[in-house]
């Protein structure tokens, strides 16, 4: 029996479409009071009168908050790092300083959320302005280096770049830009606070419910074990619920002050501010080969934007370093600070933004010494990580090319720019690789049968929409040997057993294990109790010679000798019997390199007239290990290769440079693509084994999908008009 790699139903699919689940801002709570967070308008400066009397008479108002009356907190942790990147430098209605616009400066509470906004907007705040940089282009001329990034340096050299670069018979320099971009999910960022005496209750949309515990815990400055934090389902993540931000905590200082339980949703403006996006990058790429395609030189030199209350880096030379042999390299990044929200995690952070300079620079390559992207690119493949001097733990990114290469049809391509074409199309193929670190960190989870037979398996972690709970019920019900359907996964609650955050494509790796460990755990307890006990049939047998399936325990060696684990639970007459374990990476992550990578092949067809660009068809080959299921698993894929379609072809936060707020920050002007702009994606998996990453040997999936997506449309339009776009998005008026 093996539920894992099946294509199972989610198991929360059915209260996901009745409405049954519950997202953050739908629990109910009794005596509800409605929160509504007012912003600023000016990018910086100070706040110089606050008039509260409009908004006071508005009927139903409760507390009008800002820094004038919010509750002191602990000086500590006022505008105080606590443990980046989780933590991050809030705002919290401490001073009357703005840093950007867009930031917190208020919260009116009130019976109603219709009285609550319509005594916002009757709020009325003057500011005294300061000057404030809003242009990224002016905002480049003064950068800094950031601390360490992710753990790892911010500049790497590696022999002599100059020889290297002299050396090559070909070379590309080049500079790629990408925009600020914002994750949406449908569900904005919502938090429902209660306070009961000293006892706080959230109701937190995040990717982190141990975190939001910690962080929001330590700058109210209460113990942690006094404050409760549920999630069970996230409406969509992406990296902006990863952080705790102003918001959560001024929801809990709100619930305080108005002596209520208060929600608090940002609309939809909101999420383009105050709860970080991904950063403008300008990336200058140099590589240099021999007239062969090996790679004599590269280097890989990042700017991005930061805000001025903390430094927050979009780690884009990452991939540079790992990805293909080079002697001599050397990579950088630079932060500019500008009067905007800090920047943050969105999906593959570095590695989508990275993959498009590295990807499009080889694929210019490529063309410069006449060699075949796939080709060029396997005359630089390597098995060690170059830059960690390590062997990759797995690596099946060779399969993945030849995979996709005869799936796409890529060996009848004619390499000149505008051979190809279909009717009044120009017709382009591209490729690029795709990659994303394996992460894990250290998680918990318990497991518990009751004596009818029914098991629960728990794990502080969340579901964004990814199918934790289904990946997790399929991996217990398998080690611990019971039918799927008595099996359930139980997540989003903060007293439950520690987890990570669900971010960094980590859920998997980390969670899983622990899963499979306290399964097994309880397994081998209820062996146990069997061979001890005069009454059952496996009496006097060692637990190790046990084997479990469908609830059933059995002797190896004599099937016959068998009993339900129910009736283990039942006789043994006291109540459900439950195991914990831990799980925690070992030394296997010291010895080697640990990453999944895949080849991506797009077809662009090009209205020669209107520049129109149409994406017909992706090839998407990932090795990304064991894949737990194959159905959530080819959709979380698909999902991320639809959004490298949108990186690559719509999305754009548009700052407007005189006041510092997105001027298209809607769904109805921030455009993502709709289905008319999707065509055919195939998924496959190529069969991996890696012993190395987890018990499971399962690499993790929530991020690949949107790498090397951009590059791969950037160069099938190349191919297509012979124009290479060097900025994204690559929109209609860039090809005319
Ligand atoms: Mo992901 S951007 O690490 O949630």
């Given amino acids: 029996m093996s539920f894992v790699g099946a294509p199972v139903n989610r198991t929360d699919g059915w209260a996901k479409v009745s409405g049954a689940a519950l997202y953050s801002a739908e629990h109910p709570v009794p005596n509800l009071a409605h929160a509504v967070l007012v912003t600023s308008t000016v990018p910086s400066g100070r706040i110089t009168r606050i008039d509260t009397r ?23 942790t006022r505008m105080g790092k606590l443990q980046p990147p989780i933590g991050r430098a809030l705002t919290l209605l401490q001073d009357d300083r703005v840093y950007y616009n867009n930031q917190p400066v208020g919260v009116v509470v009130a019976e109603t959320l219709e009285h609550a906004r319509e005594a916002a907007a009757r709020l009325q705040i003057e500011y005294e302005r300061a000057d404030a940089v809003l242009d990224f282009e002016l905002a480049k001329q003064s950068v800094h280096p950031p601390g360490t990034i992710l753990g790892e340096d911010p500049d790497t050299r590696r022999g002599n770049l100059q020889t290297g670069l002299l050396t090559g018979s070909a070379r590309v320099e080049a500079t790629y830009v990408t925009p600020y971009e914002s994750h949406n999910p449908l569900e904005p960022h919502a938090t429902i606070a209660a306070w009961e005496g000293d006892r706080l209750t959230l109701y937190d949309s995040t990717q982190y419910i141990k975190g939001v515990q910690r962080i929001v815990a330590e700058t109210l400055g209460m113990p942690a074990d006094r404050l409760t934090v549920f999630c069970p389902f996230t409406g969509g993540g992406f990296g902006c619920k990863g952080s705790v931000w102003s918001h959560v905590v001024l929801a809990a200082m709100a619930a305080r002050q108005a002596g209520r339980p208060v929600k608090l949703v940002l609309d939809r403006n909101q999420m383009f501010g105050p709860v970080g996006m991904r950063p403008a990058t300008e990336q200058r790429m140099r590589l240099a080969a021999l007239s062969d395609g090996r790679l004599t030189a590269s280097s890989h030199d990042v700017t991005s934007y930061t805000s001025v209350i903390e430094d927050w880096t979009e780690p884009s030379a990452l991939v540079t370093r790992m990805m293909y042999e080079s002697p001599t390299q050397e990579t950088s990044h630079r932060l500019a600070k500008m009067n905007l929200g800090t920047p943050t995690f969105m999906r593959a952070p570095g590695e989508a ?29 390597t098995e060690r990580d170059p830059d960690k001097g390590l062997p990759f733990s797995s690596k099946s990114l060779r399969q993945c090319y030849e995979v996709g290469a005869q799936r796409f049809g890529w060996h009848g ?216 299921n194959r159905k959530t698993g080819h959709s979380q894929l ?93 929109t209609l008026d860039k090809l005319l």
């Avoid at 994303?436 to 497991?447: H, L």
């Fill in 353 to 381: 933004t990275g993959t498009y300079a590295l990807e499009c620079a080889m694929d210019e390559l490529a063309y410069e010494l006449g060699i075949d992207p796939i080709e060029l690119r396997l005359r630089n493949y």
């Fill in 54 to 76: 409009m908004a006071e008479q508005v009927p139903g108002v409760l507390l009008v908050m800002s820094y004038e009356n919010a509750m002191r907190l602990p000086p500590a």
């Fill in 638 to 730: 698909m999902g991320g290769i639809v959004w490298g379609l949108g990186m690559a072809l719509f999305e754009e936060t548009l700052i407007d440079k005189r006041i510092g707020r997105a001027v298209n920050g809607n769904l109805a002007e921030y455009h993502v693509p709709v289905n008319a702009d999707v065509g055919t994606i195939d998924v496959q998996v190529v069969e991996e084994h890696d012993p190395y990453v987890n018990p499971l040997g399962a690499k993790g999936i929530g991020e690949i999908g949107i790498t090397g997506v951009a590059a791969a449309v950037a160069n099938a339009v190349y191919h297509a008009t012979g124009k290479r776009v060097r900025d994204l998005p690559i």
């Fill in 413 to 628: 391509r004619n390499p000149a720019p505008r051979s190809m074409r279909e009717g009044d199309k120009l017709v382009g193929w591209g490729m690029a690789t795709a990659t994303y670190p394996m992460r894990r960190m250290a998680a918990k989870a318990s497991v518990v049968m009751y004596p009818d037979g029914f098991a629960i398996a728990r794990s502080a972690t969340q579901d964004l929409g990814t199918g934790t709970y289904t990946v997790m019920t399929q991996v217990a019900a398998d080690a611990l040997g019971v039918p799927l359907a008595n099996m359930r996964f139980e997540l989003g609650d903060s007293r439950m057993p520690d987890a990570p955050v669900s971010g960094g494509s980590m859920t998997v790796a980390s969670v899983s294990s622990a899963v499979h460990a306290a399964a097994g755990a309880l397994r081998h307890k209820l062996a146990s109790i069997a061979c001890a006990h005069p009454h059952s049939p496996l009496h006097g047998a060692v637990p190790e010679e046990v084997g479990a399936d469908a609830g059933w325990l059995f002797l190896s060696g004599d099937p016959s000798r068998r009993e339900p684990m129910a009736l283990v639970v039942e006789r043994h007459g006291q109540g459900p019997i439950e195991a914990t374990a831990n799980a925690a990476p070992g030394e296997e992550k010291n010895k080697y390199s640990m990453h999944s990578f895949g080849a991506v092949f797009v077809e662009v067809h090009v209205d020669e007239l209107l520049g129109e660009i149409r994406v017909p068809r992706v090839v998407g080959v990932y090795g990304v290990g064991r894949l737990l």
